[in-house]
C-alpha cells in the first residue's frame, strides 16, 4: 500500500511526516512564505512498480519487533514454526525493555523455536547482526516425542557466529535464544559451516567436562600472592588444577557440584543454573556447565581469555603389525635426497605423541640429550604409574581393556628418525632422516590428548616456560615440532598464539591434516604458521580418508591397507616402529599404519633434512619453498589444490633447494585460495600477504569473465603495497538456479595467485517468505527517500506500485527493498532481507525517461552486509533510513 498522499500540496514524505508529528508549530507543508522554492518537478507518473521475488530457501521468523509484520508466537517448542531445509532465515529477539521500539520491547521475545528435519553432515548456523547489542545462543533438541523434547547440542560462542552440525538424520527442534540484550540474525541450515567461529563453545566439541584453561590479565595493582594461581581460583569458586606461574596460562576446575553452585553465585549464574537445561547424562550437564562458565569468564575484565580444554586423538588408522616394504620412501624420491643428506645431530625434531618406547632397538642412539618429557597432568589419563607430569616420556601403552596399545608415537618416530645403516650389518627399517635427534615428549595418553597438555608439550619443545620448570636453550630445542594428532571444531585464540610464538622462536611445526575425509577445519593443522600435510597413497592418489580443503599445505605418503597394488600380500600401509603389548611384556616390533598422522612425520623428516642442509632455514623461507613449486611434485591440478595443497614432497628437490636457499624472495600468498560459499555463503575474507623476504606490490585484481554475481573489495590494505585483508562477496540474486565457480586473480610485482569461487544456488521454495517489506525511492545525489510503499508476502512475492510519483528534474532514483525486523527504520542493515534493482551487483537508476514498469528484483537474508557495493558508495555505514508510517507516529 502506498502512504503517502498530498500534504499541503506536496507529494513529499519528510513533509507528511512532519505535518502529522509538528502540526501544532507548522501551519501547512506547502510553498509558504520563507525558506528555499521547491524544487522543479516533472508531470507526475502514473505508476512506478515491480515485482521482488524471494532468494531460494529464505523463511522469516513468525514473530519480529516490527508491529506491521504478522506476528505468531515460536516462543516455545509447542508453537515452534516449521521451517524448510535448507533455509536461510531472518529473525530477531530482545529482553524486555531492550532494544528499538516496537512490538517486542516492552514483553520482550526471548526465544524462537524452529521444527525442522535435518540430515547428517548439515550445518546448523546463526549469524548476529549486532554483537555489540546483545548476545545469542543455539540449542537443538531431538522431536523425539518426549515432552520436553531431549536437548541433544548447544552453542553459546562469544562471537557473532553459533554453529552445530547434525551427526544423525531426524525430527529436530531448533532455539535461538536471547542471552543479553537484543539483536536480528539469520539462521542457516545447510552444507556450508563457517571455516572459523570466534569464541567458539560447542556442546559436541570433544573437550575435558570441568576443566577451563584461563589467561588472566596482568594487574600490577595486586601483590604477587594474590595473582599465584590457587589464590585466583579460590576468588572464582573453582580449583587451582596446573599452571604454577600467574603469568602462564592456567589450569583449572569445576570441582564437585556443591563447588559448581558457589562458582555459578560468583559469576552471576545461580538463577540460571536452577531453571537452565537439565540434561540426564552428568558428562553432557557438566560439559554444559563448563561451557557456561567459560562464557561467563570472557566477560570479566580480569580474564585474557578462557578456553575448553578440548582433547585431541592421533591421526592414524592403525591395522595389525605386519612387515612391509617402505614404497613410501621412493615415492618422495628419499634415496636420492640420502646420497645429499641423512641429517646432523645438531638437529633436532620433537615427536609429541603418546611417547615413544625408548628402549625399541630401531631407535637407540636416536633420542636429543634432553631426554624429553611427559606432560600428561590426569594421572587416570597418563597410566603410567607416576603422579603428574614427569622427565619420563617412554610410552607406558594406551590400551583400555583387552585391546593393543597403538604405540602411535613409536611408529612416528621411526618414520622420522629411526637408525638407518647405509652400508651391511643393517636392521629394521630406516627414518627419514637418520641423522638427526627425535625429542619425546607425552601429551597423550588413554583417552587422548587435553589442549593444555599439548600447549605445555609444544612450548617445552620450542624451548619457551613450560610448567616441567626446564627452558631448553637454543641448541637443545626442537628445530622442528610434529603434531601427529588432531581435533575438528573451532580455533582457541591460546592455541593460535602458541604457534605464533613457536615460528617466531623459528621453529618450524608440522601437523596431519585430519582424517575425516572433509574439509572442515582440523587443529592444529588448520592454524596459521603449522605446516599441513594431507595423505596419498602408493599410487599418489588421495588417500580415501585425508581431509582436504584450503588450509592443506602439502602431501606426504599415509598409505592405505586396504589396498596391496604392489602385490607384495601386505597392506600398503606406512610401515615403522611398533610395540606389542598382547603379553606379558611389551616386544619391540614393526608394523603399517595408515593416516594422516604418517603422512606429517615424512614431512617433518624432510625438514629436518633442509634444517640440517641449511641451519640458517627458518619457518618463511620453508614456505616460500612450498608455495614456489620448488620442492614438490604437482599433482591434482595445476598449482595448489585443495587436495594436495602445493604438491606432493620431493625430498631432493628439498634438500637441494635448502642448500641453495638464501634469505626466501618475495612471494605473493593468499589464503585461503579456494572459497566455496556453498548454498548460502555470502561473503569471506582473503589474507593477502608476502609471504617471502623483501618487497612487493598488488598490481592488479581482476575476476576471469567478470561474472556479474561475483565481487571482490579491499578492507584493511596497505596504501603502497596492498597487501592485506580482502572481501569477496557474491549476489545470489543475480543467477538462477544451478552451480557457478569463478576466479579471482591477484596480480603482483613477483607472482600471481588465483583464488577459485564457487557457489550453489538452489530452487525457490513456494512457502518462500522474507517478511514484511519496505520499498524506497532513494535520490541516486542525497540518498533522501522519495516515497514509500509496504507491504506482505503474496504468493511467494512481493508486488509493489507507487502512483503519481513526482520526479524533481533531473534526478534520479534507486529503488531499494529489504525488512526491518528490529524496527530501528533502517533498510539493508545486518540481519534484514534487501534486495536493490537491479541487482546488489549492477543497481541501476530510474529517472523520468527511464521504464517505470516491471521493475523486478530479487530480495533475501544473507551472511554479512546486504547490498555491501551500494551501502559503500552511499557511505552509509548502517543502512537506508526508512520512514515512519502514520500508525508508527500516531
Given at each position: 500500500m502506498n502512504l503517502i498522499d498530498n500534504c499541503s500540496g506536496r507529494k513529499d514524505y519528510y513533509c507528511l511526516s512532519l505535518c502529522i508529528v509538528l502540526a501544532v508549530f507548522i501551519s501547512g507543508c506547502g510553498s509558504g512564505s520563507g525558506g528555499e522554492a521547491p524544487a522543479p518537478v516533472t508531470a507526475p507518473i502514473p505508476t512506478l512498480s515491480g515485482t521482488i521475488g524471494i532468494a531460494a530457501g529464505t523463511v522469516v521468523d513468525s514473530d519480529v519487533n516490527d508491529p506491521f509484520a504478522r506476528n505468531v508466537s515460536n516462543d516455545t517448542y509447542l508453537e515452534a514454526q516449521a521451517i524448510p531445509s535448507p533455509v536461510t532465515l531472518g529473525g530477531y529477539l530482545n529482553r524486555a525493555g531492550v532494544g528499538p521500539s516496537g512490538a517486542s520491547l516492552d514483553a520482550g521475545d526471548l526465544f524462537d523455536y524452529y521444527s525442522v528435519r535435518l540430515e547428517a553432515g548439515q550445518t546448523v548456523t546463526v549469524t548476529m547482526a549486532n554483537v555489540l547489542a546483545g548476545d545469542l545462543d543455539l540449542y537443538l533438541y531431538s522431536d523425539n516425542g518426549t515432552a520436553p523434547p531431549t536437548l541433544e547440542a548447544s552453542s553459546l560462542a562469544s562471537g557473532a557466529i553459533e554453529t552445530l552440525s547434525i551427526s544423525a538424520s531426524g525430527d529436530y527442534f531448533i532455539e535461538v535464544r536471547v542471552a543479553s540484550g537484543y539483536s536480528s540474525y539469520t539462521l542457516t541450515v545447510g552444507d556450508f559451516a563457517p571455516a572459523q567461529v570466534q569464541g567458539r563453545l560447542n556442546s559436541t566439541d570433544a573437550f575435558v567436562a570441568g576443566d577451563v584453561m584461563v589467561k588472566f590479565r596482568d594487574d600490577l595493582s595486586l601483590p604477587v600472592a594474590k595473582q599465584l594461581p590457587a589464590v585466583r581460583a579460590a576468588v572464582l569458586g573453582l580449583q587451582a588444577k596446573a599452571g604454577s606461574s600467574h603469568q602462564r596460562l592456567q589450569l583449572m576446575n569445576l570441582g564437585a557440584s556443591e563447588a559448581r553452585h558457589a562458582t555459578f553465585k560468583i559469576l552471576g549464574l545461580a538463577q540460571n543454573r536452577d531453571r537452565q537445561f537439565r540434561f540426564d547424562n552428568a558428562d553432557k550437564q557438566l560439559k554444559f556447565e563448563t561451557m557456561q562458565v567459560i562464557k561467563a569468564l570472557r566477560q570479566r575484565a580480569d580474564v585474557l581469555y578462557a578456553e575448553p580444554n578440548y582433547i585431541y586423538q592421533t591421526n592414524a588408522l592403525p591395522t595389525d603389525p605386519l612387515y612391509s616394504s617402505q614404497w613410501h620412501y621412493p615415492l618422495i624420491n628419499l634415496p636420492a635426497a640420502w646420497d645429499l643428506e641423512t641429517g646432523v645431530s645438531s638437529v633436532t625434531v620433537a615427536v609429541i605423541d603418546t611417547g615413544v618406547l625408548l628402549n625399541h632397538p630401531d631407535l637407540q642412539g636416536q633420542f636429543s640429550a634432553d631426554g624429553g618429557y611427559d606432560f600428561i597432568s590426569s594421572d587416570s589419563n597418563s597410566g603410567d604409574g607416576e603422579p603428574g607430569i614427569d622427565a619420563n616420556p617412554n610410552d607406558p601403552g594406551d590400551s583400555i581393556g583387552v585391546a593393543r596399545s597403538s604405540f602411535h608415537g613409536t611408529h612416528v618416530a621411526g618414520t622420522v628418525a629411526a637408525a638407518t645403516a647405509f652400508s651391511a650389518g643393517g636392521s629394521g627399517i630406516a627414518g627419514v632422516a637418520p641423522g638427526v635427534k627425535i625429542m619425546p615428549v607425552r601429551a597423550l595418553g588413554k583417552i587422548g590428548g587435553t589442549s593444555y597438555d599439548i600447549i605445555q608439550g609444544v612450548r617445552y619443545a620450542a624451548g619457551l616456560s613450560n610448567n616441567s620448570n626446564i627452558i631448553l636453550n637454543a641448541t637443545q630445542k626442537a628445530d622442528v615440532i610434529n603434531l601427529s594428532l588432531g581435533r575438528v571444531g573451532g580455533s582457541i585464540q591460546a592455541e593460535q598464539d602458541l604457534y605464533t610464538e613457536v615460528r617466531a622462536?623459528?621453529?618450524?611445526?608440522?601437523?596431519?591434516?585430519?582424517?575425516?575425509?572433509?574439509?572442515?577445519?582440523?587443529?592444529?593443522?588448520?592454524?596459521?604458521?603449522?605446516?599441513?600435510?594431507?595423505?596419498?597413497?602408493?599410487?599418489?592418489?588421495?588417500?580415501?580418508?585425508?581431509?582436504?580443503?584450503?588450509?592443506?599445505?602439502?602431501?606426504?605418503?599415509?598409505?592405505?591397507?586396504?589396498?596391496?597394488?604392489?602385490?607384495?600380500?601386505?597392506?600398503?600401509?606406512?610401515?615403522?616402529?611398533?610395540?606389542?603389548?598382547?603379553?606379558?611384556?611389551?616386544?619391540?616390533?614393526?608394523?603399517?599404519?595408515?593416516?594422516?598422522?604418517?603422512?606429517?612425520?615424512?614431512?617433518?623428516?624432510?625438514?629436518?633434512?633442509?634444517?640440517?642442509?641449511?641451519?640458517?632455514?627458518?619457518?618463511?623461507?620453508?614456505?616460500?619453498?612450498?608455495?614456489?613449486?620448488?620442492?614438490?611434485?604437482?599433482?591434482?591440478?595445476?598449482?595448489?589444490?585443495?587436495?594436495?595443497?602445493?604438491g606432493l614432497i620431493n625430498a631432493h628437490s628439498a634438500v637441494v633447494a635448502a642448500q641453495s636457499a638464501p634469505a626466501p624472495p618475495p612471494l605473493l600468498g593468499i589464503s585461503p585460495t579456494t572459497v566455496n560459499m556453498g548454498a548460502v555463503g555470502s561473503s569471506a575474507m582473503l589474507a593477502v600477504s608476502n609471504v617471502g623476504s623483501g618487497t612487493l606490490q598488488i598490481n592488479l585484481v581482476t575476476v576471469t569473465a567478470a561474472p556479474a554475481w561475483l565481487a571482490v573489495s579491499e578492507v584493511t590494505v596497505n596504501a603502497t603495497s596492498k597487501l592485506g585483508l580482502y572481501r569477496v562477496t557474491v549476489d545470489r540474486a543475480s543467477v538462477s538456479e544451478g552451480s557457478y565457480q569463478a576466479d579471482i586473480v591477484f596480480a603482483s610485482s613477483v607472482n600471481s595467485v588465483t583464488v577459485s569461487v564457487s557457489l550453489q544456488v538452489i530452487a525457490q521454495a513456494l512457502n518462500a517468505d522474507a517478511g514484511y517489506h519496505y520499498v524506497l525511492l532513494i535520490d541516486t545525489v542525497d540518498f533522501r527517500v522519495l516515497d514509500q510503499w509496504q507491504g506482505a508476502v503474496e504468493g511467494g512475492s512481493y508486488r509493489y506500485q507507487f502512483d503519481n510519483v513526482l520526479f524533481p528534474a533531473g534526478r534520479e532514483y534507486y529503488v531499494v527493498g529489504g525488512t526491518d525486523l528490529d524496527n530501528d527504520y533502517l533498510i539493508c542493515d545486518f540481519g534484514e532481507a534487501c534486495g536493490i534493482y537491479f541487482s546488489p551487483g549492477d543497481f541501476r537508476t530510474i529517472g523520468v525517461d527511464d521504464v517505470h514498469n516491471g521493475l523486478d528484483f530479487i530480495t533475501g537474508f544473507g551472511v554479512g552486509v546486504q547490498a555491501s557495493s551500494l551501502l559503500q558508495r552511499a557511505g552509509i555505514p548502517k543502512g537506508f533510513r526508512r520512514q515512519p508510517t502514520i500508525k508508527q507516529l500516531e
Open positions: 622462536a623459528g621453529v618450524i611445526v608440522v601437523a596431519s591434516a585430519g582424517n575425516e575425509n572433509s574439509s572442515a577445519f582440523n587443529y592444529p593443522a588448520a592454524y596459521a604458521g603449522v605446516i599441513s600435510v594431507a595423505a596419498v597413497d602408493i599410487s599418489k592418489q588421495k588417500a580415501p580418508y585425508s581431509n582436504f580443503g584450503s588450509t592443506v599445505d602439502v602431501a606426504a605418503p599415509g598409505g592405505y591397507t586396504g589396498t596391496d597394488i604392489d602385490g607384495d600380500g601386505f597392506g600398503d600401509g606406512v610401515l615403522s616402529t611398533l610395540g606389542d603389548d598382547s603379553g606379558a611384556a611389551v616386544s619391540f616390533t614393526y608394523g603399517v599404519y595408515n593416516g594422516t598422522s604418517m603422512a606429517a612425520p615424512h614431512m617433518a623428516g624432510v625438514v629436518a633434512l633442509m634444517k640440517s642442509s641449511n641451519s640458517a632455514l627458518t619457518p618463511a623461507a620453508v614456505d616460500a619453498l612450498l608455495q614456489s613449486g620448488d620442492i614438490v611434485e604437482d599433482l591434482g591440478a595445476v598449482g595448489r589444490d585443495d587436495i594436495f595443497g602445493h
